[in-house]
């Protein structure tokens, strides 16, 4: 079987959203968000909260058997705190899954005693419910320094002790879950992490979707025009762009309609950032044994056979890179390599092709439609140094790590105090909140109007800064003919839409009624 400790890694699949080819056949490590910020839950702002999604699209009626974790990988969220494009600090988390009494809920039908075909066989509304005849549990792993050598040490119960934790059952629907809120946040517990004197918190389950995003109109040639269509978001006046698309929730295919799993935690500020400056970043994997073979015998405890070191197929730093940034040959390799060796995808960040997509689609119709001649809607300035800057190195003034190592990760200043719910601006930095995107990532930051707006160029013209209009030197405002341009896939997220407190996603949408939600 699988060892417990990396031996080694190399190439193999993908991640995100099902954006490259080889995580479509993985779909439980298929890591799809990493959320990294200061907690703004009042009261825990000397906190940091990292949120992992994994397994994107969950239909919320999607039983009998829902969405459990893969046993046999490893889910990992890790830190590097000096600049060194290495993580410093690991946390890894492993799942194991149980049958009550080895055969899960069993019914006498006749002479006869079975087991059932569900995994629950009634009401469920706390941990260990007998009406339950599966669990799910898992362990958190800290390894200080390297992921595969490093120190190991166990995250324990703050209440009680111990060392594992469980999972509630995904939200099956109403007349399983009387209040499905109440009962998940019961799985939400304190933690002691090694070496760290202050209490952290842990949560692990199903969650509603919170990446606002048009998938299907994206990726069908940009079927719609991406430029805001109101004067301002929401304003309802048709002044913008002749023909725009308006911000509607109706125009997001996963917010609202889908779920996904969260690892959720959160760990003090003091005991991440080292003697670095403050700033840390931060990447999600997710990896498997090198071999696996299909047992033709197979048993609920063993249905493949698994061995060897394990293997990396997932990962995901900032959002919307794989999906939108690295070329189709190299996406399975992005998602198997080490931001330490990004080098080798620097190409695709110096000169991009999506903002080369855009100008090819929309070229002809924009200066049509306005009457210009505006030779190229795409930045002209390469190596594009602000998408270097944003993706790869920090931002200097903002969120650059001490030592300087060009790498693709989420990267957060710790000593930007956390902007409240209430005041979150969605474009983020861009909005003039220092607190959100590209400074880690909040659920609420619209990061694919951030995405698309840096991509066409908008750090070439100054970004407001505590209200103050700020150059940031990465390149001209000839360089980016419609840097200053609204551009939006219409559909719109707020911190406002999800709850203020850890997990900070709302509870998933229930499986019953699906009218709910359709």
């Known amino acids: 079987m699988a060892t417990t400790a990396f031996a080694g890694a190399s190439p193999s699949f993908a991640s995100s959203h099902r954006e490259a080819p080889g995580i479509t056949k993985l779909p439980k490590t298929d890591s799809t968000d990493l959320y990294m910020f200061r907690s703004y839950e009042p009261g825990r702002d000397k906190f940091v909260t990292f949120i992992a999604n994994y397994q994107p699209l969950q239909d919320p009626g999607g039983g009998p058997n829902y969405f459990t974790m893969d046993p046999d990988a490893v889910y990992e969220i890790h830190v590097d705190n000096v600049g060194d494009a290495q993580e410093h600090l690991t946390y890894q988390f492993k799942f194991s899954n149980a049958l009550k009494g080895n055969t899960g809920v069993t019914l006498k039908v006749g002479d006869k005693t079975n087991p059932i075909a569900l995994r629950h066989v009634g009401p469920v509304s706390q941990d260990g419910d007998a009406n339950l005849g599966e669990t799910e549990s898992y362990t ?21 002790g111990g060392t594992t934790f469980t999972k509630p059952l995904d939200n099956a629907g109403v007349k399983t879950f009387k209040d499905y809120n109440a009962y998940a946040n019961q799985f939400i517990y304190d ?8 209490p952290g918190r842990v949560f692990v389950g199903q969650r509603a979707e919170a990446f606002a995003v048009n998938l299907g109109s994206i990726f069908d040639l940009v079927n719609i025009i991406p430029i805001e ?10 002044k913008g762009f002749p023909g725009g698309i308006t911000q509607n929730r109706a125009n997001d295919e996963l917010v609202g309609k889908k779920n996904v799993t969260s690892i959720a935690l959160e760990v003090p500020i003091e005991c991440l950032t080292g003697q670095g400056n403050g700033v840390i970043g931060a990447w999600q994997t997710a990896s498997l044994p090198q071999a696996r073979l299909v047992d033709p015998n197979p048993t609920y405890a063993q249905p493949t056979l698994s061995g060897g070191a394990y293997t990396q197929v997932s990962r995901l730093g900032m959002p919307l890179v794989n999906e939108l940034i690295i070329g189709v040959p190299d996406k399975d390799n992005f998602n198997a390599s080490d931001p330490k060796n990004d080098g080798q995808f620097l190409n695709y960040v110096t000169n991009p092709t999506f903002p080369a997509i855009l100008n090819t ?15 190229d809607l795409a930045p002209t300035n390469f190596p594009r140094n602000d998408l270097v800057a944003t993706f790869l190195m920090g931002i200097k003034t903002l969120n650059q790590l001490k030592t300087v190592t060009p790498s693709e990760m989420m990267r957060l200043n710790t000593g930007v105090f956390p902007t409240p719910q ?20 909040r659920p609420g930051d619209d990061t694919v109007d951030i995405t698309l707006r840096v991509a066409m160029g908008a750090l070439c013209y100054p970004v407001p800064i505590n209200g103050k209009p700020t150059d940031l030197n990465l390149c001209k405002p000839s360089d980016a003919a419609t840097g200053t341009v609204p551009y939006t896939d219409g559909a719109p997220i707020s911190a406002r839409d ?21």
Not at 361 to 375: R, S
Not at 429 to 436: E, P, R
């Open 422 to 441: 209430a005041a979150q601006k969605n474009l983020g930095v861009a909005g003039d909140d220092l607190a959100g995107y590209p400074n880690g990532r």
């Open 361 to 375: 689609l929309f070229k002809a119709p924009v200066n049509a439609t306005l009457g210009t001649n505006i030779p």
């Open 191 to 198: 933690v002691n992490i090694p070496s760290c004197p202050t």
């Open 498 to 518: 999800m709850q203020a407190s850890f997990p900070y996603l709302n509870a998933p949408l229930s499986g019953s009624p699906l009218s709910a939600h359709r």
């Open 140 to 160: 958190v792993t800290l390894i200080t320094g390297d992921r595969h050598t490093g120190t190991r040490a166990a995250v324990t119960n703050a209440k009680g």
């Open 229 to 238: 269509g109101d004067s301002a978001p929401g304003a309802g006046d048709g």
